[in-house]
């Protein structure tokens, strides 16, 4: 698809017209493409994957899905560029401190997921990372989808190990207020672990995190 408004959307409306599991929606440009908490998504035309996925099976915790999705960026960026990524709680790809990829997923009326992926390849804003001018969407592309099938079906342990959120100084942006102390652990269904600076642990299901210097 040349352009289209967001990927997800329509997406989600083919997902209620019958499109089958697994269905992939890629586009060269979108025009209303958002991440989490609505901020908007935009490239310029040609330069970045621009991708979502429909997921009629859907686990107990949807939000593996996504959790499978960043993994499988992590490993695409590897094997088509060779850059080293890791991931953010809850769904951005990094390379070091810069954004590489963002993850927004959404559920459908009839319970399917669809997880969209826009990752920065031969372009990226200010402050962010991409893969480079010689690598082409389409191929990033080709290995997500590789990488993905080529999942284990227990990811705990690979997710825990490729999440740069752990260990580190943390503030986490939550609808009450914010959290600021340390990361570290992630539960089996996706939860972060942060204890406070009153020693306290927290079990965060939901927030924004913003990685902070070492005291």
């Known amino acids: 698809m040349a352009e289209t ?3 997800n959307d329509d997406l989600l409306a083919a997902a209620e017209e019958g499109a089958p599991d697994r269905a992939v929606l890629y586009a060269d440009h979108q025009v209303a493409g958002r991440g989490r908490l609505d901020r908007t998504w935009t490239a310029p035309p040609g330069t970045n994957l621009l991708v979502s996925i429909l997921f009629r099976v859907v686990p107990d915790d949807p939000s593996e899905l996504t959790r499978r999705v960043g993994l499988a960026a992590v490993e695409a960026a590897r094997v ?3 850059v080293a990524a890791t991931l953010k709680w809850p769904n951005d790809v990094l390379v070091g401190d810069d954004k590489l990829a963002g993850i927004l997923a959404q559920r459908g009326p009839g319970g399917e997921v669809v997880v969209g992926l826009g990752l920065n390849v031969g372009w990226a804003p200010d402050g962010g990372a991409r893969l480079g001018d010689d690598v082409a969407p389409a191929d990033v592309l080709r290995s ?7 999942l284990p079906a227990d990811i ?3 997710y825990r190990s490729a999440l740069s959120t752990l260990g580190r100084p943390v503030r986490v942006e ?9 990361a570290v652990d992630v539960e089996p269904d996706g939860r972060l672990v942060v204890i406070d600076e009153c020693a306290i642990t927290h079990r965060v299901s939901v927030g924004d995190v913003v990685h902070l210097r070492p005291a």
């Open 5 to 7: 408004g967001s990927t």
């Open 174 to 182: 939550l609808a009450a207020g914010e959290l600021v102390g340390r």
């Open 80 to 82: 088509s560029a060779g």
């Open 144 to 150: 997500v989808l590789t990488a993905y099938d080529e």
């Open 156 to 158: 705990d342990r690979r």
